[in-house]
């Protein structure tokens, strides 16, 4: 470590300069001491001695100072010193220094925030051991390229095991947790395969793990929670192990805890507790339920591309082994860390952290225009030391030192931005059982925000800094300090900068409109249905207690029954999705009489299993036909409703009423009758990708335990509802929770949560960089105003108003801020692009908002010019020409 | 006493070195030894000494330590390290090329 030995010599130089200095002065006081003495030897007095032996030694002071910069610590004392200088020159006007800190503060801040939620999302690693051999498995089908796996398939890998490495699955699903002596509540229950946990390397920190064979029926009553589920309903009590609480009404032994680490908000964040994936036979042959998420451990030996090839070619043998489910399906590996951030976040993330880049850009160019306009009053100065032969670097050193004071001091501002917007995207994200998203503020991120205030300190601190160089001395010194300095090139890049910051403010804005008002109307809009009487929530039967078809469907008739005659209470209805619901169910459909098309290539469709009441709960519309009735029940014949994208795509111009058509349960076919046809509806996320086709079948033809309840308000506020049906609930069953019982119009705020902060973002961001935007035209246009007095002045003296001089100002501001807007439009269109991309479902009708934005921006650029117009308007000209 | 002669710019360093390889020395028994080896003929401030010293210990070439001198007295004496004999065979053969190729030019012409 030869090259070390010398830095230590230089930071023991630096650290204990006092020691050195007194050596040094030690080394050169002996030198001169031998000398004198040599001379006192030839004859010299002492004090003549002495005096010679200085002058042979040479200028002592400067010899002292070139020693101290051999030791190569010269420049941080002069940094040092620039630093003081400009803390100093900044501290003498506090009003410049605090406008710049907060400007860059907010600006920094804003991009810091952004970049956290990318750091949060996508780049801290999951909390897992070997995470990259971590893999999600998918079943890519037409509608879904992140579909889930039948068991059957699933068991079908088992002996790939050998070759990829080991795979674990589970499935989520809302069940009831209850305890003697309190009410059932629905929690979020996945049931997982034996070895989840031990495949992504986590041990529950209290209790123990799932032992082999407990994923078994019969063995499976033992139950993990997770950290959050512990703390909140079981106050974080140690003695909860071997305790037995009750789940979908069968008792369950907790055996374990899992460490806070484990739930990351990003993968199974919103699960409560963990059960053994117990299968049944039955359930464990089953290929056409895509019920199972599956992830894997590749084996160290087992390059990524190969498991590629590997997966890819077991999705090939299942499609061509069962072409009945699995034809024009394949599979596909990703890794777990990519699929938790999601494929949406991956898209529209980037694209907010370049738009709140732009705002960084605004204030910088904003503060590019104060450091100027600040450089050139002191242009005099410049102009002295530089005739006195001030080298450039040394013109410089105090400018770039004062830049990089402001920008570290904003960079600070930012963290405190960072962390504050941490807090607010917790608290705005809190799910109903405590769930939030977790975006920290570590090292990662502080080291953005510094880098992002360094490159930002050169990138406004440059350019005073080369106006500065090219000052012309003669000029400046013979106009003293009058009169337009910097002259035409400087203006004319004041000017660029005002119309770039317009251009950026104005995709920003657009961007920002565009998105929330896409966002309000998907929250507006019920396309298809009405939600404003609407109480929604979902129940989930047990098994134990509704075990077969017959017992669910009579709880769902009495359930019905009861809640219809409640008052206030219009319609009643249970189905298996509503319009904001998140699991839909998706299935092929053939015609009865039609060509049948290739295996797997056969039309999809959502279905929904409806109660007869729920068109009329829903506000949906009945174009023709009948609606289900009480007697379509698990006896009579098999019937359908279609919605008319579906009637149109499955029967072109004829009469679908009366046709029969088939849904395809792997090979075997389900035929019944079309007996109706209402209006599309369309779902209310915007990442959604709409499958259009919708068809309806009864409830009671196919019942399914969990379901959403949808109760329609006569007259009353629909909230006002909540109580009674709760009431009504808990007396048909007390051990069945219904979970998030509210007005439907509450349920879809919640959902859109995550759109919601985004939104929130892009309008801090938009508003953000049209104050500064503005900002910077008023100081631009004051400025301007304040140099040309002496011109009105003459022009007031020779005939003209008061009112030509404002025109003439306005005027000049007004064509920045068109020239600005126009080029901003054409970005906007590209975000424009760009967010339909990333969100398919949401609404981007731009020539309306894209004009709106341009009358605003102008406007706000009339308001920022009037104030230093009008002040032009009133100029003296007497006393403005006796001023000269 | 002979006429003075400047020293070419950067052979101050090579003649410290030259010095230093016969042994340790402090400041002054440098600036003797450099006076008694060019019998007087160098025209050097005695101060410019030191930077170069200081410069030297950065980078390595030599190391210091602080002794009591014969009589009595604490200085700082400078020795050469591996770095610093590399450093002078380096110089010496670059300045002894230097030295031929300008004796080529000049009897050549």
Not at chain 1, 12 to 37: K, N, P, S, V
Not at chain 1, 397 to 410: D, I, K, M, V, Y
Not at chain 1, 672 to 698: A, K, S, T
């Amino acid at each position: 470590m030869s090259f070390l030995r010398p830095l230590g010599r230089r930071l023991r130089h630096l650290f204990r300069r006092r020691q050195t200095e007194a050596e040094m002065a030690d080394e050169m006081r002996f030198h001169l001491e031998q000398r004198a003495a040599d001379f006192a030897a030839d004859g010299l007095r002492d004090a003549d001695a002495r005096a010679a032996a200085l002058r042979r030694f040479g200028n002592l002071a400067s010899i002292q100072e070139q020693s101290r910069e051999a030791h190569g610590w010269g420049w941080l004392e002069r940094f040092g010193k620039d630093l003081r200088f400009a803390a100093r020159q900044l501290a003498r006007t506090p009003g410049f220094a605090l406008l710049a800190i907060v400007t860059l503060g907010l600006g920094i801040g804003a991009n810091t925030s952004m970049f956290s939620v990318i750091n949060g999302v996508m780049l801290k690693p999951l909390p897992y051991a070997h995470l990259a051999r971590l893999d999600r498995l998918y079943r890519v089908t037409a509608q879904n390229p992140e579909g889930n796996i039948a068991p059957a398939d699933f068991r079908e890998f088992q002996p790939l095991q050998a070759a990829y490495g080991e795979v674990a699955a589970y499935t989520p699903a809302n069940v009831s947790l209850a305890e003697p002596g309190r009410p059932a509540e629905m929690a979020l229950s996945a049931r997982a395969t034996s070895n989840l946990f031990s495949l992504v390397g986590v041990q529950p920190q209290l209790g123990r793990d799932f032992r082999p064979g407990e994923d078994t029926p019969g063995r499976d009553r033992v139950v993990i929670l997770s950290q959050r589920t512990w703390q909140n309903r079981f106050g974080g009590a140690l003695e909860v192990i071997g305790r037995t609480v009750r789940i979908d009404g069968a008792p369950h032994e907790i055996i374990g805890v899992m460490p806070p680490s484990f739930n990351d908000w990003r993968f199974l964040g919103g699960i409560d507790f963990f059960r053994p994936l117990a299968f049944t036979a039955a359930e464990a042959a089953d290929r056409t339920g895509p019920v199972l998420r599956v992830l894997g451990r590749r084996a160290p030996t087992l390059a990524p591309e190969a498991a590629d090839r590997l997966i890819a070619s077991f999705g090939a043998h299942l499609a061509t082994a069962f072409p009945a489910a699995n034809a024009e399906t394949h599979w596909r590996r990703v890794t777990l860390q990519s699929a938790a951030a999601g494929s949406g976040a991956v898209a529209v993330l980037p694209l907010l952290l370049g738009l709140s880049g732009f705002v960084l850009l605004i204030a910088c160019s904003n503060l590019a225009n104060l450091l100027l306009a600040r450089t050139m009053t002191r242009a005099r100065e410049f102009a002295v030391r530089a005739a006195l032969g001030a080298s450039r670097l040394q013109l410089l050193r105090p400018l770039l030192a004062e830049s990089l004071l402001l920008a570290l001091a904003g960079g600070a501002l930012a963290v405190v931005v960072a962390y504050w917007f941490r807090d607010w995207a917790a608290v705005r994200s809190t799910g109903d059982n405590g769930e939030h998203v977790d975006f920290i503020v570590d090292w990662t991120v502080m080291t953005w925000a510094f880098a992002a205030s360094l490159a930002t300190a050169l990138a406004f601190g440059l350019a005073p800094a080369l106006f500065a160089l090219r000052l012309d001395l003669n000029h400046t010194l013979k106009s003293g300090g009058r009169g337009p300095i910097g002259g035409r090139s400087h203006q004319r890049f004041r000017r660029f900068l005002i119309v770039g910051q317009f251009a950026l403010a104005m995709i920003l804005l657009a961007g920002a409109a565009l998105f929330i008002r896409g966002l309000d109307d998907l929250n507006r809009r019920r396309s298809g249905w009405e939600s404003r009487q609407l109480v929604t929530g979902t129940i989930a039967l047990p098994a134990g207690t509704y075990g077969d078809d017959e017992k669910t469907t009579a709880f769902h008739r009495l359930a019905l029954e009861r809640l219809a005659a409640l008052p206030g209470v219009a319609s009643v209805s249970l189905s298996s999705s509503t319009p904001s619901i998140i699991w839909p169910e998706i299935r092929k459909f053939v015609v009865e009489g039609q060509d049948r098309p290739a295996t797997g290539r056969e039309p999809a469709a959502v279905v929904n299993r409806v109660s007869p009441q729920y068109f009329a709960t829903f506000g949906t519309r009945v174009l023709a036909g009948r609606v289900f009735t009480e007697r379509d029940t698990a006896n009579s014949p098999r019937v359908f409703i279609l919605n008319q994208a579906a009637a149109r795509g499955l029967f072109g111009a004829q009469n679908p009423l009366g046709r029969r058509i088939a849904r395809l349960d792997g090979a075997e076919l389900r035929t019944g009758e079309v007996v109706g046809v209402v209006n599309d509806v369309q779902p209310v996320l915007p990442d959604d990708n709409p499958v259009v086709f919708q068809i309806y079948q009864p409830m009671a033809q196919e019942p399914r335990r969990e379901s959403e309840l949808a109760v329609r308000a006569a007259d009353t506020a629909p909230a006002t509802l909540v109580d009674r049906i709760r009431a009504a609930m808990t007396e048909l069953d007390p051990d069945l929770p219904v979970s998030r019982l509210q007005p439907a119009d509450a349920t879809i705020y919640r959902l859109n949560y995550q759109n919601r902060v985004l939104r929130d973002m892009l309008g801090a961001f938009g508003g953000l960089g049209l104050a500064l935007a503005s900002l910077g035209i008023y100081g631009v246009i004051a400025r301007t105003v304040a140099q040309r007095t002496g011109e009105f002045a003459i022009r007031l003296a020779l005939g003209a108003t008061g009112r030509d001089i404002i025109r003439l100002v306005l005027g000049s501001g007004v064509r920045m801020a068109l020239l600005g807007s126009a080029v901003g439009l054409l970005g906007a269109l590209g975000v424009t692009r760009l967010l339909a991309a990333a969100y398919p479902n949401l609404p981007t009708n731009s020539p309306l908002i894209l004009s709106a934005t341009t009358l605003l921006l102008v406007a706000v650029a009339l308001v920022a010019c009037w104030l230093p117009a009008r002040r032009a308007g009133k100029v003296d000209a007497i006393q403005a020409l006796r001023a000269e | 006493m002979a006429d003075k002669s400047e020293l070419f710019p950067g052979t101050l360093d090579m003649l410290i070195l030259r010095v230093l390889s016969r042994g340790e020395l402090h400041g002054w028994g440098i600036t003797n030894k450099l006076e008694q080896l060019s019998k007087s003929a160098l025209q050097v401030d005695e101060g410019s000494l030191y930077p170069s010293l200081y410069r030297m210990e950065d980078k390595g070439w030599i190391e210091a330590e602080w002794r009591m001198t014969e009589n009595n007295r604490r200085a700082k004496y400078y020795s050469l390290t591996r770095a610093g004999r590399k450093q002078l065979e380096h110089e010496q053969a670059l300045w002894d090329r230097m030295s031929a190729i300008i004796a080529l030019v000049t009897q050549s012409v």
